[in-house]
């Protein structure tokens, strides 16, 4: 995750938003007052009631309304007129009927990962469902309380209460009706293989070791992971390895030859050559200027 943003909107009585596209975000809605309805896309729509969050993963266009049949206002109209001022919807007369934060989590462009594409279109965390999610239900609290103070690094806290909200909430859906890589998620053996990739990708792995880690033939393993997580074992290592090197390349000072090690490869040169046959440049070009390829 590269980037988050967090406001506070307040929805007005007869208020509509409609909050654009935005590819590889993660948008969420956690009401603090009142309620709400959403809806994403032309499909997905829920009241969003006190206590409970929505969140959006595939970056859907959506609609945040106290009355459904009030014509939308777009999010950028709002801020450029002024509207928006320090995360409050100003203006109108009526009772105030909602208070949401709001926010998004980046995710690097040039890194597709399986898992964005098996989330469905709308999260949403009901009050109803909290009380068997602990974990959840003490990330809102803290959301609420960081949002209410505002104080030095809200935001950087806020992000990381999200992501652990995610993360759980991912969590649920591998165990109950997940699909493509949540369904490899929640089954043991292809699980067993992709937590050995994740917490060592400087292993020399090969389809054998990642079979062998799964219980499973080498034969079997290669063909249920490619139809769950959506590519061959060794397409995700790549995937993971250059990841985890993008990140080294922007949040470390780390030479080329550790940065390398780290991420399995022997060398820099192969590095080198692997980085920029995926991104289309090196990667001591990358990290003079990360934000040039970061969206593609």
Not at 9 to 22: C, D, I, M, S
Not at 247 to 253: A, H, N
Not at 268 to 271: D, E, G, L, R, T
């Given at each position: 995750m590269d980037r988050s943003s967090i406001s506070a909107?307040?929805?007005?009585?007869?208020?509509?938003?409609?909050?654009?596209?935005?590819r590889r975000h993660i948008r969420f809605h956690l009401a603090l007052a009142g309620a709400c309805r959403l809806s994403v896309g032309a499909s997905a729509a829920i009241e969003l009631a006190q206590g409970e969050l929505a969140l959006v993963p595939n970056g859907a266009a959506q609609i945040l309304a106290t009355d459904p049949s009030a014509q939308p206002?777009?999010?950028?109209?709002l801020i450029a007129g002024g509207a928006l001022r320090g995360g409050v919807l100003a203006g109108g007369e009526r009772p105030l009927r909602a208070v949401l934060v709001c926010g998004f989590l980046a995710f690097d462009e040039a890194m597709p990962h399986p898992l964005m594409a098996s989330l469905p279109a709308l999260i949403h965390l009901r009050a109803a469902d909290l009380g068997a999610e602990p974990?959840?239900?003490?990330?809102?609290?803290?959301?609420?309380?960081?949002?209410?103070?505002?104080?030095?690094?809200?935001?950087?806290i806020l992000a990381r209460l999200v992501e652990i909200i995610l993360v759980q909430a991912t969590r649920r859906l591998s165990a109950t009706n997940g699909h493509g890589f949540l369904r490899a998620l929640g089954d043991p053996r292809l699980?067993?293989?992709?937590?050995?990739?994740?917490?060592?990708?400087?292993?020399?792995?090969?389809?054998?070791?990642?079979?062998?880690?799964?219980?499973?033939?080498?034969?079997?393993?290669?063909?249920?992971?490619?139809?769950?997580?959506?590519?061959?074992?060794?397409?995700?290592?790549?995937?993971?390895?250059?990841?985890?090197?993008?990140?080294?390349?922007?949040?470390?000072?780390?030479?080329?030859?550790?940065?390398?090690e780290r991420c399995g490869y022997a060398s820099?040169?192969?590095?080198s050559r692997r980085f920029k046959e995926r991104f289309g440049i090196g990667p001591g070009a990358f990290r003079r200027s990360p934000d040039d390829f970061t969206e593609r």
């Open positions: 909107p307040n929805l007005g009585g007869g208020a509509a938003v409609h909050v654009p596209e935005e206002i777009s999010l950028a109209d974990w959840i239900t003490a990330a809102l609290r803290l959301i609420e309380l960081e949002a209410s103070l505002s104080g030095p690094g809200a935001h950087a699980s067993a293989a992709l937590r050995a990739v994740h917490q060592d990708p400087a292993h020399p792995w090969r389809v054998g070791d990642l079979a062998r880690a799964a219980g499973m033939s080498r034969t079997r393993f290669a063909a249920r992971f490619a139809v769950e997580v959506g590519i061959p074992p060794m397409d995700y290592v790549t995937g993971w390895r250059l990841t985890k090197a993008r990140r080294l390349l922007v949040d470390t000072g780390l030479g080329m030859a550790e940065i390398a820099v040169p192969s590095f």
